[in-house]
């Protein structure tokens, strides 16, 4: 619901379609949806989960 009308780029991916469920365990260390993955500019990479948290980074973006 966030996104909706939002002018943000995101590549969305779904957990049903087995290779993402397995790159979020592998990179994020569980399966727990939403998760944003936050790549820096030196290709450092976070995982973010709980939905405040990604709506708050999201609106700070946007
Ligand atoms: N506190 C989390 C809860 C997220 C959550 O409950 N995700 C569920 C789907 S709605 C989930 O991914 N369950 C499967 C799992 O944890 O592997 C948030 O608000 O983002």
Redesign the pocket.
């Known amino acids: 619901m966030f996104l909706k009308g939002k002018d943000l780029s995101l590549d969305l991916r779904s957990t049903s379609e087995r290779e993402h469920a397995a790159a979020l365990m592998q990179g994020g260390g569980?399966?727990?949806?939403?998760c944003l993955r936050i790549e820096n500019e030196q290709g450092e990479v976070q995982w973010m989960?709980?939905?405040?948290d990604i709506i708050e980074y999201l609106s700070q973006q946007a």
């Open positions: 569980k399966t727990q949806v939403p989960y709980e939905s405040n």
